[in-house]
């Protein structure tokens, strides 16, 4: 023994620590891969690694032969518009629950955002279905669009106030010097400063419409689906599918890696939104 | 313009304090006198379509919940409050139990959901920065499978045979049996599934905030040779309190209306042991198409939600006029 260095205890228990964690997340993922990488109807074996590797399943999700690309095509239209529209509607209103935030009709107002988020979805969904049913709007891109508003919404108005506050009340005063009225300073100076928060709380917000499970299997139909009820039709014959299952969930990782790779640079704000 | 810099004031300690730092407070009482009343124009679009969206169509499900409206049998007539009578008198003994789980299940799951994201967030803080943005992403891979596909693989190759992959990593498969089949077991496999594939949500945000605390409060705290759980129980948590309870109010708010996992998984089976409150009402009406009822049955969730929430958000303000936060 050349040198004893002491391992404290405290070092120990972190790495195992470390070490359970990574198996708990990981294991599963590791499941996942495999599947995706071994012929349909092949059951794996354990820890051992599968006998074979392909990538077929890959490439017949790919090519179309599991109808993938309608779903996601369909998510990707319904989530931007779906978070456009909210963004447009919950911009201003942030904006006023800033400035307004010390009157109690504006603070009660702020807080009912909250409430509002806690709006149970199958609440609105058994509503929607019948309105939808007379008004032709089932099965339509148009309609899940609008039914997912509510979803992004209150939530978007919450979270962007923050940023609002943030915005230094001394360039407000300067464009409103400079003759800029409450419209005009809104639209060319402060949204131009908020903008990172607004982009942050947009990503948010598409990610909770793009995960939708409910609203789309309830109001759309097999041309309208988006691609999280896409994948549970993959539930039918399982042992035959679940490898074409394993890789359209990797493939629909993509858009999830898209969107969080935007917003992890606002991870700490956004951690920070809503307290205050 | 209305009075700005009272962020200041509401700022937790220890937060790195954001652009409008300087205390404006001095000049706050001249800028209340200031016509902000004109800010309430820009709250008519969100009003509107929150109205629309929102009021409107709960309102018509209570509407509804007044019908006996029974689309497998083409009733529809007014009924007054008998399927309120059938819920909180009849005794829906389902539904009752369906709350109790879901109750149960928000508490397994954001317990959870806190100890692994605060242990992850925990282990990555004491990192030097390269390493920890690796393990970061490590951390957050299984939120990128999108829920209703983890709840596909999971119930596919997880749990159920021939493949039963978790319980032969335990060396359990063959000695119980396949769980989603099994109504002791069901929920149980159902709340492992939504911890893994979810609760990267609640370490992001965890993790967010640490990142975002004073270090040179933590340091001086580390000078003064307190052992790491001191400094964990007297330093780290109390100044991430507000993150904590921020994350964990909105987690727990979305394990009330949680739906998908349960649907997909079970449909609320076997014997009705994994119903939740979402997936229960759901059957009512658009499974066994009893549509008055089901709208019932929404309405009271949504008043146990919106007073969960209510509760959660007046606690939030009394911490707060405490100055257990300021």
């Known amino acids: 023994m050349s040198r004893t260095r002491r391992i404290r205890p405290g070092t120990v228990g972190r790495w195992a620590l470390l070490a359970v964690v990574l198996v708990w997340v990981l294991l599963p993922l590791y499941f996942l891969v495999a599947v995706a990488l071994t012929p349909g109807g092949t059951t794996l074996r354990g820890l051992n690694p599968p006998d074979s590797v392909t990538l077929r399943n890959f490439s017949a999700v790919l090519n179309g032969a599991y109808e993938i690309w309608p779903a996601l095509v369909n998510s990707v239209v319904v989530t931007v518009a779906s978070t456009v529209l909210a963004l447009v509607f919950a911009t201003p209103a942030a904006y006023a629950l800033s400035h307004l935030r010390h009157r109690r009709l504006a603070r009660g107002l702020y807080l009912s955002s909250f409430v509002l988020r806690g709006v149970p979805p199958v609440a609105l969904v058994l509503p929607y279905y019948v309105i939808f049913s007379k008004t032709n709007l089932l099965n339509t891109v148009g309609g899940v669009i609008i039914a997912l508003i509510p979803l992004a919404l209150p939530y978007s108005i919450w979270t962007m106030r923050v940023f609002f506050d943030a915005v230094p009340p001394q360039v407000e005063e300067a464009a409103g010097v400079d003759g800029a009225g409450t419209l005009r300073t809104f639209v060319s100076v402060v949204l131009p400063i908020a903008r990172p928060g607004i982009a942050a709380t947009g990503i948010l917000a598409a990610l909770l419409v793009f995960v939708d499970y409910i609203v789309v299997a309830t109001l759309a139909g097999p041309a309208t689906m988006t691609f999280p009820v896409y994948v549970t039709s993959f539930q039918q014959d399982y042992l035959s599918l679940v490898g074409p299952l394993a890789a359209a969930s990797v493939v629909g990782a993509l858009p999830m890696i898209l969107m969080f790779g935007f917003s992890q640079r606002y991870m700490l704000r956004l951690a920070s939104a809503g307290v205050h | ?326």
């Open chain 2, 1 to 326: 313009m209305a009075g700005r810099g009272t962020t200041v004031v509401q700022e937790a300690p220890g937060f790195r304090a954001s652009t409008t730092a300087v205390a404006h407070g001095a000049d706050r009482g001249r800028r209340a006198a200031a016509p902000d009343r004109k800010y309430y124009w820009f709250l008519v679009p969100a009003t509107v379509v929150i109205a629309l969206l929102i009021v409107v169509p709960l309102g018509y499900t209570f509407y509804l919940s007044l019908r006996h409206y029974d689309l497998a049998r083409g009733l529809d007539e007014y009924i007054g409050l008998a399927n309120y009578r059938k819920i909180l008198i009849g005794g829906d003994i389902e539904f009752v139990k369906s709350l109790l789980r879901t109750l149960l299940y928000v508490v397994v799951v954001v317990t959870f959901d806190f100890i692994l994201g605060m242990t992850q967030a925990l282990l990555l803080f004491e990192m030097r920065p390269r390493v920890a943005k690796v393990f970061r992403m490590i951390f957050m891979l299984p939120i990128l499978i999108i829920p209703t596909a983890s709840a596909v693989f999971w119930r596919t190759t997880m749990w159920a045979p021939p493949n039963e992959q978790f319980l032969r990593a335990l060396h359990l498969d063959g000695l119980i049996d396949p769980p989603l089949g099994n109504p002791d077991l069901a929920l149980w496999a159902i709340i492992i599934t939504v911890i893994w594939a979810w609760s990267p949500w609640v370490f992001l945000l965890l993790s967010g905030g640490l990142d975002y605390l004073d270090r040179s409060v933590l340091e001086a705290s580390m000078v003064d040779g307190a052992s790491y759980f001191q400094r964990l129980r007297k330093v780290i948590l109390p100044l991430m309190r507000p993150v904590i309870f921020v994350t964990l109010s909105f987690k727990a708010v979305d394990s009330f209306l949680s739906f998908p996992f349960v649907w997909v998984m079970t449909q609320g089976g076997p014997q009705g042991s994994t119903h939740l409150m979402s997936t229960y009402i759901y059957e009512q009406a658009f499974k066994f198409l009893n549509y008055g009822f089901g709208s019932a049955l929404a309405i009271v969730m949504l008043l146990i939600s919106s007073l969960l929430s209510i509760g959660s958000v007046l606690y939030w303000q009394r911490t707060q006029n405490k100055g257990a936060w300021s």
